[in-house]
């Protein structure tokens, strides 16, 4: 029997922080066991932000991608590709566009939020506010059935919910409402205490080698109540504690609160335990990561491989489509 088909995506920012190992691609390489996966990089995505400035797309793909190998996304199960190397995307999008009142997009909430976040860039484009409807496209067009995201993603997938019912109803059942797989995701600030970002330089990066995580996480701010080594803290205020709880096992995690509450123990020692287990975590990405970062070419070879598989189902799916829309000649 087929195994249910997922699809997620990714923006490429460059290299991959510890944020996206816990937010997404710890999930991606389980979900390879039990999932027909398909992970895209979303190079349009990136340029809805980023039309002025598009010199980095490149090279942040193929950082993206080699983190994505090294991390244990495996071409041999999973589908990985670029978005525009499956120019059928834009294809779906288009045609949704037809069907999805303005007004579906414009209460997305992500859209006013990134608009005033991001308000040295003007955003006020066609492109951005279709954002989320380019994402619809990209999920609908291989009829995922479920999406792994996290919570701030899943508002996108409600409204692919929405225009495939609409769709549905409007040429008859071409799609499945494809069901959010919501992961947990641990808060995982940056060393400065703010969500970690490349952008705000406070990333600790997958490729980091185990010195620069260690050098990285000596100045990370803490419980500012700890001023001397003898006050006491409180760890759920403290950013390297939301990092044990990200990486460390329980037994590190209750060592630190109790060390912590009780000045029984510094907050050097205590990033150095998470250094340790952090360090440990990243073991096996540092292990596979010099295979394919010394080879870009074959990096290129495997997107594209999976480009030439997903225009399969991508091209199929399409057919029907127009065949739904009377406009298959
Ligand atoms: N918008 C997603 C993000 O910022 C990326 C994305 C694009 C995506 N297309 C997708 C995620 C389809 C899931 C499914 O993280
Ligand atoms: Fe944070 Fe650990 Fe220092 Fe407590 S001991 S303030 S948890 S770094």
Redesign the pocket.
Known sequence: MARPRILSGMRPTGALHIGHLTGALDNWVRLQEEYDCFYAIVDWHALTTDYASPGAVRENILEVATDWLAAGLDPARSTLFIQSLVPEHAELHLLLSMVTPVSWLERVPSYKEQQQQLAEKDLSTYGFLGYPLLQSADIMIYKAEAVPVGEDQAPHVELTREVVRRFNHLYGPVFPEPKTLLTETPRVPGTDGRKMSKSYGNAVFLKDPPDVVRQKLKP?V??PA?KRRTDP???EV?P??DL?KAFSPRETQEW??V??RSAG???L???GRLADHLVGRLAAIHARRPAFAARPDTVWDILEAGAVKARETARATMEQVRAAMKIRY
């Open positions: 990370m803490t419980d700890r803290g409180n760890p403290c390297v504690f044990h630190a609160a060390g912590c123990i510094g907050c020692d205590c990033k």
